[in-house]
């Protein structure tokens, strides 16, 4: 168990709709990742949030946005789903860098 | 941006054999880990190695951070070794823990 959570596990959707999925880092780590894992891309990193504030983008499209809360929890949203957002989207943390450390994942189907 | 290459793509054992999975990156370094992917999707920690050797158990790593390459070995090998195993690395310029995923070896591990 790495200590980060993540849900839900599982996510059946369909195009067009909206979905959230949360995550909460290990005890103490400040910095959260999202990542997604399709089958043709491998895992792709998204963004970044430190103690609430965006700090890195990667490759996320506009229809993905994520918050970092107060409490550290952070919500990664996917709107206007398509078929091809399928995927495993994994959230890490780390205290400030160092070490990252993945939850199991949510994974998402879209029909 | 860094690319992060592995070798080999695939890779079928016996159980017992010995392995070596190598990871070659295009630029220095300022983190690297070892990620194994089980065939449920987790991905777990091996080894947070941005330079130097460690061992656990029946694996090993070294990264030689001057000659951009790491080297993930496994001894003995058992069926619950199957499943992809990732290297990922952090640019020291960018900073923020951004780390780079290679695309992975498959590793199978036969009865």
């Known amino acids: 168990d790495s200590g980060v959570t993540q849900t839900p596990k599982h996510l059946i959707t369909a195009t067009g709709q909206r979905v959230t999925l949360r995550c909460s880092p290990r005890s103490g780590d400040l910095s959260v990742y999202w990542y997604q894992q399709s089958l043709d891309q491998g895992l792709q990193f998204l963004i970044q949030?430190?103690?609430?504030?965006?700090?890195a983008k990667g490759n996320i499209l506009e229809r993905f946005s994520a918050q970092q809360f107060p409490d550290l929890h952070s919500e990664l949203n996917l709107s206007s789903l398509e078929l091809g957002d399928s995927a495993l989207y994994f959230c890490a943390s780390s205290v400030a860098g160092g070490e990252l450390f993945f939850g199991e994942g949510s994974r998402l189907t879209v029909l | 941006g860094i690319q992060v290459e592995q070798s080999p793509p695939d890779l079928i054992l016996q159980e017992g054999a010995n392995s070596t999975l190598r990871c070659n990156f295009s630029?220095?370094?300022?983190?690297l880990q070892w990620f194994h992917q089980n065939p449920w999707g987790q991905l777990i920690n091996l080894f947070y190695i941005p330079s130097g050797t460690k061992q656990n158990g029946r694996l090993s790593a070294t990264t030689v951070a001057t000659e951009r390459y790491s080297l993930l070995y496994i001894s003995s090998s058992q069926t619950t070794d199957s499943g992809v195993y990732f290297c990922?690395?952090?640019?020291?310029?960018?900073?923020?823990?951004?780390?780079?995923f290679g695309a992975g070896t498959r590793l199978t591990v036969k009865p």
């Open positions: 630029d220095s370094v300022n983190n």
């Open positions: 949030y430190y103690n609430g504030e965006e700090r």
């Open positions: 990922a690395v952090e640019h020291p310029l960018r900073g923020n823990n951004d780390m780079r």
